[in-house]
């Protein structure tokens, strides 16, 4: 069953090609480009609407004995191209050994060796179980709908070996950070700035909610060997409407990261009481708060379920070393699989592919043409032994 890592470097390219921003053009180009590739493969496919002109892309090749199914999961969007690079964004070039692009890490080379995997399982003989490949959209979204609509339609269940090919740099993401996002308005009173006393100043109200948080989310009992500790940013702030004015309200976007026993739920029962600790020493004083996207609880896989066990000895067939995992990678953004894992209660959702995190999201984002060979490497040798 070899994989042609010619032709995932090859689809590697074309994907990059395909600009699927998010916001942006989204995935429409992109999800029919991977339908008609997986056809032409000989492949089963079927089409999942997610929003309108949003489809999910489902491929499947049938087994021939028991045991669990096995689910890759690959997202079609990318972040915006944004500012700063130096080699042309869109266009897949090839250099020193590298695809630069934007998506080219994250994750279109991860999207390319599954579906070069999957083309490799048709053209051989059926796997030992189901394998399935989910082409999502939304993943770079706040709302990750894509992964929920493969749960809401039972296309992945609690009992399925879950796999993002996300970029880990070949390491094991076995741990994932939670992460609640929010918004909180502040309600002053406008006066004149040269009768502030007839006002009530919503950005104070804000900055001292800010410096609060900080304080608090420090000073939390919670730490993880593997994800650290809880982490919070106000990552954006707006108030005021002129520089004599006092402001009547402030808006402000919180990001806290979560560790274990944490919940969302905690998350934002301590932004309200640090607001409601706040407001008293401004009377007349209101706020609002609202979460903002799905909420993403911690997550970690077992050591010991099935796709992790055989990751692991696949790894250390072809690469000769141990799968590493653990370090900063923990803290990076949400996966689908991380998604999966929140929905359905399972501990077999992991991530693991080609390119850095460290280079995602980056001007001049690129994937080394290496880490595709050995991830294809490393999937093949796991479907032969499954």
Known sequence: ??????????????????????????????????????????IDVMTQAVQPGRDNIVARVQGTGTGPRLVL????????????W???ALEGLTRNGRIYGRGAADMKSGLAVAIN???????????????????????????MAGAHALVAADIVTPDDQVLALEPTGLRLRIAQVGLRWMELTVQGRMAHAGRAHLGI???????????????QVA?????????????????????GIATNVVPPSCHAQFDVRLVPPMTTADAEALVRSVVEEVLPAFPGAGYALRGLGAARPPIHAAADCHLIEHLRDAYLSVVGR????????????????????????SRSCTVFGPGSSDHAHTADEFVPISDIEHAAGVLEHMIECW
């Open 219 to 239: 000073a939390l009992p919670y730490r993880d060997d593997m994800l650290g500790r809880p982490l919070f940013t106000c990552g954006t702030l707006r108030g």
């Open 1 to 42: 069953m070899p994989i042609d890592v010619a032709q995932a470097v090859r689809d590697t390219i074309t994907l990059v090609q395909i600009d699927s921003q998010n916001p942006g053009a989204l995935e429409g180009a992109c999800a029919r480009w991977v339908r008609q590739r997986l056809e032409y493969a000989g």
């Open 73 to 84: 999961l690959a997202h079609m969007d990318t972040v915006p191209v944004g500012d700063g």
């Open 117 to 143: 995997l999957m083309a490799a399982l048709a053209r051989e003989s059926a796997p030992p179980r189901e394998v399935i490949l989910c082409a999502t959209v939304d993943e770079e979204g706040p709302q």
């Open 201 to 215: 100043d919503a950005n104070h109200v804000m900055a001292r909610v800010v410096e609060r948080l900080k304080e």
């Open 86 to 88: 130096t080699v042309p």
């Open 322 to 345: 141990p799968l590493e995992s653990g370090g900063a990678d923990g803290h990076e953004a949400y996966t689908d699989a991380s998604m999966i894992a929140a929905l359905t209660g």
